[in-house]
């Protein structure tokens, strides 16, 4: 199988999504850790966190083609897609979805144990996915809990350098202190709710099908205004998310945050206007995450102490 095939299979390009978030919990790490960590080892950190967010992105797609080729197969919009159409076998999928795991577990050893022990928590989540449709609208919301755990999966494996267990637990030194709280975990929160916004107006494509084959999607449930008003909703909350974590006080973030939140609202309200609603919405959706990531590296930390000072 050409590499082409394997690339569209696992749609590498939205890998566009996840991936600036992934930079933003390194940014942070290193923005927090900087005084105690050397250059040269955050350097080879961003490495090995890159090949495990790979490696995850990968997996998520093929586990969610590999459960829901029979979902595929009953939609006119994905019944073309690989497994169903017979452009790949199922062992094939399996075998990279073996390949991709083995990227996530290398990449995590190579970081540090907790890293690699803390790997099947996004395994678990990508597995979960494909069966939160079967059963329930607040599917979305998982797909953003998938998503959520990429900053602060990246904060993990840059802190727990420092810290070990502690950059979780926040037990250390016989003190308890959170040091993921408030940026990582409201940017993480943020990305989660950026996503179910996001994915929401996705499913519009798919009313019918889903209505016709018991897929649960909240378009499907609540129907088109109802999805405007929420997908409008929780883009203003994961505005408030990011304007809250404000990392390190920049203004920078916030004022990014604040332009993308009404550019990814006009896109929302313009949907019928627009020739290609769902091209706009993930073009705009991508943006958010690059812009936020030019945002957060413009921050000044030249006076930021170190954490464990």
């Not at 449709?133 to 998982?142: E, I």
Request: net charge negative; hydrophobic share 55%.
């Amino acid at each position: 199988m050409a590499v082409r095939d394997i690339l569209d299979f696992v749609k590498v390009e939205h890998t566009l999504f996840s991936l600036p978030f992934v930079l933003i919990g390194y940014i942070l790490a290193h923005n927090q850790f900087a005084h105690e960590l050397t250059t040269p080892m955050f350097g080879v950190d961003l490495l090995w966190i890159l090949v495990a967010a790979i490696g995850a992105r990968g997996l998520a797609m093929a586990l969610n083609r590999i459960i829901d080729r029979d979902v595929d197969a009953a939609n006119p919009r994905t019944e073309s897609r690989h497994l169903v159409s017979g452009a790949m076998s199922i062992r094939t999928a399996w075998t990279l979805s073996g390949a991709f795991l083995g990227m996530l577990l290398f990449g995590a050893w190579q970081l540090n144990e907790v890293a690699l022990m803390m790997a099947w928590l996004p395994v678990v989540a990508f597995v979960v996915y494909p069966y939160t449709k079967r059963y329930t609208w607040l599917c979305h919301s998982w797909l953003g809990l998938c998503l959520g755990l990429a900053p602060a999966g990246a904060w993990v494996a840059v802190s727990a350098d420092v810290l070990g267990w502690s950059a979780i637990t926040g037990m250390h030194d016989g003190f308890t202190e959170f040091y993921w709280y408030p940026e990582v975990f409201f940017i993480s929160l943020g990305v989660a709710l950026w996503i179910a916004s996001f994915d929401i107006n996705y499913a519009r494509m798919d009313v019918e099908s889903d209505r016709e084959n018991e897929i649960h999607s909240f378009p499907s449930r609540f129907g088109e205004q109802a999805t405007t008003r929420t997908s409008i909703q929780l883009t203003l909350l994961w505005f408030a998310c990011f304007a809250i974590s404000n990392p390190m006080g920049g203004i920078w973030f916030l004022a990014a945050a604040g332009i993308m939140c009404i550019l990814n609202i006009a896109v929302i309200l313009s949907q019928e206007r627009l020739v290609d609603f769902q091209t706009a919405l993930f073009r705009i959706s991508m943006l958010t995450g690059w812009v936020l990531l030019a945002a957060i590296m413009m921050i000044d930390t030249s006076s930021v102490d170190g954490m464990l000072d």
